[in-house]
């Protein structure tokens, strides 16, 4: 069909070839046209002028995947990712041709990328899409369903006696969850009904998880743990469903706690959370820990964090998550307690437990346990080579310690700062006083 804007622009690049402007113009015009194969033919003209044009790869892109050619589309848009050149937009077609060529998983976190850079690069189609792939992979079928609902809690085995030290958070946890479910007249007479949760934070490895599950041991109840960025769903608003099926799978098997993992994940603060929606899901949360629309009778609440300093201040207010407990890395005798656990069961000889407890400041509970693995490894190693078994002695474990380091150092030079300068209400006075600043 003839074109006569195109035929004009033709004719006059025909006088001026190394018209750029002019033969932009042209590219344009034949993009908007959907004439792809010329668009092509233009665009690779001005690239070679201005090959450090972000636009004009943009364009290229999507005249390759418009004509099929994903292959070159995807070594073009995959060079600007990697050197995190490419724009929003950019990412979004990216997604897009991966999902052609059937690359999922790529497909699913390039998308996460670019609505992560810019929520308004979200595209509809893709998020569709992917969320179709989601569905049809992991979702499990009717029966699977099934099969987890008979399953669908732990009951676990530890209680707070294999718990080293935390005595505060013991505590904490005894008064606002063990004792409310022992003795629920009592909390009655005095008008204080079972509700809100305990919110522990602190560096990683020193407990956090364990005694959530120890807390359910201990007063023989269910446990269901959820990791919030399991939650968190940016394609579909499945968020919320998921959500209130945790909920609700804990208020079936009451009681029970229920530990939500990395709440920080929620918090206002964070701009990956900046996505349509995410506000929702911040506001369910409450609504459900608020018993708004079913009751939480018997079902306890703990949840943790790594970043205490981005969740959101909504958590902290009366029944919610009230109570805010620093779970420090152990001191000495509780790291003697830990060795000493995690020894327990294994050939020993006089091992002066003491002297290396005091050698392990700062170390998190997750550290001296991988001492105590280091230790074991070499007596197997050890004992293979010799082809006869000795015990565990001081020494080993002295060497094992020399072979690690506290993992907790990093933590505590971020959450100085927070400390000493956003310590609203004093939340974060522990912090100081564990470091004797405060
Ligand atoms: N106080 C403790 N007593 C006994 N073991 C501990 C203690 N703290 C940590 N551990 C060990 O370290 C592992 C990691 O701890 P975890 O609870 O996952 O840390 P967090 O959740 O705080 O990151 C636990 O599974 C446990 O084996
Ligand atoms: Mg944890």
């Not at 999922?104 to 810019?118: I, N, P, W």
């Not at 269910?222 to 579909?236: H, N, P, R």
């Not at 629309?293 to 902290?316: C, I, K, M, Y």
Request: proline share 5%.
């Amino acid at each position: 069909m003839p074109d006569p804007e195109i035929d004009a622009l033709r004719a006059a690049l025909a006088v001026s070839p190394d018209n750029a402007p002019l033969r932009r113009h042209l590219s344009r015009v034949l993009v908007t046209r959907g004439l792809w194969a010329d668009a092509e033919t233009e665009l690779r003209w001005l690239l070679r002028q201005a090959p450090a044009e972000g636009e004009l790869h943009f364009e290229l892109a999507k005249a390759f995947h418009a004509q099929g050619k994903n292959s070159e589309a995807i070594a073009l848009l995959e060079a600007r990712a990697d050197a995190d050149l490419a724009a929003a937009g950019e990412l979004t077609l990216f997604a897009k041709v991966l999902l052609a060529t059937g690359d999922k998983e790529r497909a699913r976190a390039v998308y996460e990328r670019a609505v992560r850079a810019d929520p308004s690069a979200a595209d509809p189609s893709v998020g569709l899409q992917l969320a179709a792939v989601v569905r049809s992979d992991e979702e499990p079928s009717g029966e699977e369903m099934q099969r987890e609902d008979a399953v669908e809690v732990e009951r676990p085995k530890v209680t707070f006696a294999d718990v080293g030290g935390m005595a505060t958070v013991k505590e904490e946890i005894r008064m606002k969850i063990v004792l409310p479910l022992q003795h629920p007249e009592m909390f009655r007479a005095y008008g204080k009904t079972a509700g809100g949760g305990v919110l522990m934070y602190g560096p990683p490895g020193c407990g956090k998880t364990y005694i959530a599950r120890a807390t359910a041991g201990e007063v023989k109840a269910g446990f269901v743990a959820v990791g919030i960025s399991d939650i968190l769903d940016m394609w579909t608003g499945e968020s919320e469903r998921k959500l209130h099926e945790t909920f609700e799978r804990a208020r079936r098997n009451r009681p029970c706690v229920l530990f939500f993992d990395e709440v920080d994940a929620l918090g206002a603060q964070r701009s990956d959370l900046r996505f349509s929606g995410a506000r929702h899901v911040v506001n369910q949360f409450l609504e459900e820990l608020d018993g708004v629309r079913s009751s939480n009778e018997g079902v306890l609440v703990l949840a943790a964090t790594n970043a205490p300093w981005h969740v959101d201040s909504a958590f902290r207010r009366p029944g919610r998550f009230d109570r805010v407990v620093f779970v420090a890395p152990p001191d000495a005798p509780a790291r003697e307690e830990i060795l000493r656990a995690q020894l327990a069961g294994k050939p020993q000889e006089e091992v002066q437990l003491g002297s290396i407890a005091a050698k392990t400041q700062g170390w998190s509970g997750a550290d001296l346990k991988g001492l105590v693995d280091r230790a074991v490894e070499g007596k197997l190693r050890e004992a293979l080579r010799t082809g006869r078994p000795s015990p565990i002695r001081t020494m080993d474990l002295e060497k094992a310690a020399a072979g690690g380091g506290a993992t907790t150092r990093e933590w505590f030079a971020t959450a100085k700062n927070y400390a000493l300068h956003a310590n609203q209400a004093g939340i974060y006075d522990d912090i100081l006083k564990y470091l004797k600043l405060g």
